[in-house]
């Protein structure tokens, strides 16, 4: 593999370390004494001012660099997490949230980015190799954390120590994607192997994006937001107990390397299956005790592995030249989606129960895997 691919993976497993701060900040909301409905509106006031600009931006760079939208979306994800580091009320963390999640107005970019650097032919193996390298770095970095907190009690220097590196490290990203890795001129940029077997596939591709808008709508209502609070309420963990369930998680993908190759299926197949596997995620979360909860996770790799494998590849092979102002556009949509979503989380779990989010959740994504199999099999 080329050399500006292998360093394209070093530049992601930053974004796989800034995970963090997604996965423990709903923790930090409940320790600033946010309630569970009181955090879930934060989140929907921040993807509605996210939805507009997503479908402005990717239209917008289909003219312009990624490189350059992708080094300001991490500049603001930094200041978004010193922010959060110095949040001490409500309007701060809203203000920190809002800049950190800007980032999913430039999170259309990263497909264009890709799909002008990384040949056809080494599309599945590439997307092979990220998952796992995002993954490992995570177990890396994750696995010495939790030998330094307590287990249901975190310190309030935890949470702002993380956000503060998490923070340098972005900035370390835009500056990589600006000079040092290779540079694409627009988002509509193909690779020049891309080029001579371009056969886009209108009905395809929506198929696919679809797929993906229900996929992260649907994690925007069963999120990590109200996993954060379960865990707390129910099962009274901590940060602690997020951050070995995202170990058991990382784990569960990087084993994949010994298992996911002795599976011959076909992309499509691969997104259908994963994504039918990582309904039952919701499911285990049903049973209310640790044994599950920890499943939970191992189930929802198994399922990621095959859905995120699979979907780069079909988007990229299926889209139209003029990608830029699908994925701003479907993209756009799914942040609208998610105006409504953490905030109707929230409250179906302060007035009847999590679970109820649960059952919910299950079955979105149980549609999602039947209205892709139609649309990816039909006239095939």
Do not use: C
């Amino acid at each position: 593999m080329q050399k500006e691919l292998k360093l394209y993976f070093f530049n992601n497993a930053i974004l796989a370390y800034s995970f963090i701060t997604i996965l423990i900040s709903p923790m930090f909301a409940n320790k600033l004494g946010l309630s569970v409905l009181e955090a879930g509106m934060v989140f929907s006031t921040v993807y509605g001012i996210q939805a507009l600009l997503t479908i402005i931006m990717g239209h917008y760079f289909e003219r312009k660099s990624p490189n350059i939208g992708l080094a300001i979306g991490r500049i603001l994800f930094a200041i978004g997490n010193v922010i959060l580091a110095l949040a001490f009320n409500s309007y701060l963390y809203l203000i920190a949230q809002i800049l950190i999640g800007s980032f999913d107005v430039f999170a259309p970019l990263i497909s264009m980015y890709e799909r002008a650097i990384v040949p056809p032919s080494q599309r599945n193996k590439f997307y092979s190799y990220l998952i796992l390298i995002s993954e490992g770095i995570k177990i890396l970095l994750f696995l010495p954390m939790i030998f330094f907190i307590d287990y249901d009690n975190t310190t309030i220097a935890f949470y702002r120590n993380i956000f503060i590196s998490v923070s340098a490290f972005n900035l370390i990203y835009a500056f990589v994607i600006l000079k040092i890795l290779p540079f694409v001129n627009s988002g509509s940029d193909l690779h020049e192997d891309h080029i001579k077997i371009h056969k886009p596939n209108l009905r395809k591709f929506i198929t696919v994006m679809i797929n993906q808008i229900l996929f992260f709508a649907n994690f925007g209502f069963g999120s990590y937001l109200i996993i954060s609070y379960f865990v707390k309420e129910t099962l009274n963990g901590d940060a602690k107990v997020m951050i070995i369930y995202e170990i058991i998680f990382s784990s569960t993908v990087l084993s994949s390397m010994f298992w996911k190759k002795k599976i011959k299926i076909s992309n499509e197949n691969s997104l259908i299956l994963g994504m039918f596997i990582m309904s039952f995620f919701y499911i285990l979360l049903l049973f209310n005790n640790w044994t599950t909860f920890y499943l939970s996770h191992v189930v929802l790799a198994i399922g990621f592995v095959f859905w995120f494998s699979s979907k780069e590849p079909l988007k990229q092979e299926f889209a139209p030249k003029n990608f830029g102002r699908y994925e701003g556009f479907f993209n756009g949509f799914n942040l609208f989606s998610k105006i409504f979503t953490p905030g109707l989380a929230g409250f179906i779990a302060s007035k009847y129960s999590y679970n109820t989010v649960f059952f919910i959740s299950f079955f979105v994504l149980l549609f999602n895997t039947i209205i892709t199999y139609f649309g990816l099999k039909k006239g095939a």
